[in-house]
């Protein structure tokens, strides 16, 4: 008679993104990126995967239904490369991908006195469900009784540039980390620090990306203006901010909202941030028939472009599409 054989299965809980390997692979391709999910397994059959994540698509396995709001789009951005912050350092391994802190104006956009999130009824989808709760809370670093009070503290915006995040979906009970790009115009929750820390199209929670070795495969089809050139990261602030300087994607113009404000009550329009002086070729103090009288400036008629803060570089409008 054959022996009796007793099968144990294991269960492999998913590790946090400090614990991720460098290298990531989903186990089944996902014919939409949307909000999809991901295991940390590395790639056997071809190197890293990178999520493409159309800005309005909700994806297969999102934590919760949409609460996005926007539905403007905001103006298209370039970037130059941002200087890291003296006695610091900012990413390198994230191909090529800029880095900008999450306290540049201009990084963000939004509608005057609208948020771009439905941050009440993100705290209501995620208490409903015990476990997708204990979930998102554990991929957030919080505690599961912290979860409306963390929420309620961040700030909606949208984003002004494809950015790359490590995105959570939710599958068999846990947060399936992957790396994604997230599209220009998506409505995201960010912290104090400006960093993007929820995606209100499936309320999955986001952490900084970390970096992957090799050329990535793109999964998911990507959308039109896409640039892996121009794809950013965002950086933690150096110090808390109390009010982040956003575009109005609306008619281009400046607001300055208050971090925490969800309902965008506290907006308030503000001129374009000044520019950091660009350094020039000294004039001689004793003018000489060859040298040009500087005229005065003349006033611009173009619309605001984001411009430079003490720690980081501006993006620059290249019109509204």
Not at 19 to 40: K, N, P
Not at 80 to 96: F, I, L
Not at 153 to 171: K, S
Not at 217 to 233: A, D, E, K, L
Request: net charge positive; charged share 15%.
């Amino acid at each position: 008679m054959p022996e009796n054989r007793r099968e144990t299965r294991v269960r492999v809980p998913t590790r946090t993104y400090r614990t991720y390997a460098t290298a990531f692979a989903i186990s089944v391709a996902l014919a939409v990126a949307g909000c999809s999910g991901g295991g940390d397994k590395t790639a056997t059959d071809g190197g890293p995967e990178l999520f493409m994540q159309p800005a309005a698509a909700e994806g297969p396995d999102p934590f919760t239904d949409s609460t996005a709001t926007s539905t403007a789009t905001p103006s298209p951005v370039t970037r130059s490369p941002q200087p890291a912050p003296s006695g610091t350092s900012s990413p390198t391994a994230h191909q090529g991908a800029r880095s900008y802190s999450g306290s540049t104006p201009g990084l963000y956009g939004g509608t005057h006195s609208v948020g771009s999130c439905d941050v009440d009824a993100q705290v209501r989808f995620l208490t409903a469900d015990q476990g997708k709760a204990r979930a998102f809370a554990e991929a957030s670093g919080i505690s599961q009784a912290d979860i409306p009070g963390f929420l309620r503290g961040l700030t909606p915006v949208v984003l002004r540039a494809d950015t790359r995040v490590t995105n959570h979906g939710y599958r068999s009970g846990q947060a399936a980390g992957f790396q994604s790009v997230l599209q220009t115009g998506t409505a995201v929750l960010v912290d104090d620090r400006g960093l993007p820390r929820m995606r209100c199209a499936c309320g999955n929670p986001l952490k900084p990306p970390v970096a992957l070795q090799g050329t990535p495969s793109h999964q998911g089809r990507p959308w039109s203006g896409y640039r892996p050139t121009q794809v950013i990261v965002v950086t933690p602030a150096p110090k808390i901010i109390v009010n982040i300087t956003i575009v109005n994607i609306v008619n281009n113009t400046w607001i300055e909202r208050k971090t925490g404000d969800r309902h965008c009550d506290h907006d308030h329009r503000v001129p374009p941030p000044h520019p950091r002086p660009t350094p020039s070729t000294p004039t001689p103090s004793t003018p000489t028939p060859s040298t040009p009288t500087p005229s005065a400036p003349t006033p611009s008629t173009s619309p605001p472009t984001p411009t430079e803060s003490h720690s980081s570089k501006p993006p620059t409008d290249r019109g509204t599409t």
